[in-house]
Nanobody
């Protein structure tokens, strides 16, 4: 049974940082690329960042370039998203994606 479980979401002030984590199980994690998506209220789900199976290639949505970093630990079956210089427009539910599966999401709220 494939499971993706996100954690790390929180309420943070503008300019702050958060690190999201996704624990993967039920498939061979290091065989697959992974990605983070987000969905803000009233908006469609959008790709935030993606990473190849080895962690040697990454790609980012333009609005998060230079602020967010996607990474993975294949020994621990974990995907991460380090988010710095957070802005109110980063407020959304963040989802882990891989192996055609989704996690339940973790809420990130950026507000003063």
């Amino acid at each position: 049974q494939v499971q993706l479980v996100e954690s790390g979401g929180d309420l943070v002030q503008p300019g702050g940082s958060l690190r999201l984590s996704c624990a993967a199980s039920g498939f061979t994690f290091d065989d697959y690329p992974m990605a983070w998506y987000r969905q803000a209220p009233g908006k469609e789900r959008e790709l935030v960042a993606r990473i190849n199976w080895r962690g040697t290639w990454t790609d980012y949505q333009e609005s998060v370039k230079g602020r967010f970093t996607i990474s993975r630990d294949n020994d621990k079956n974990r995907l991460y998203l380090q988010m710095n210089s957070l802005k109110p427009e980063d407020t959304a539910v963040y989802y882990c994606n891989g192996f055609d599966s989704w996690g339940q999401g973790t809420q990130v709220t950026v507000s003063s």
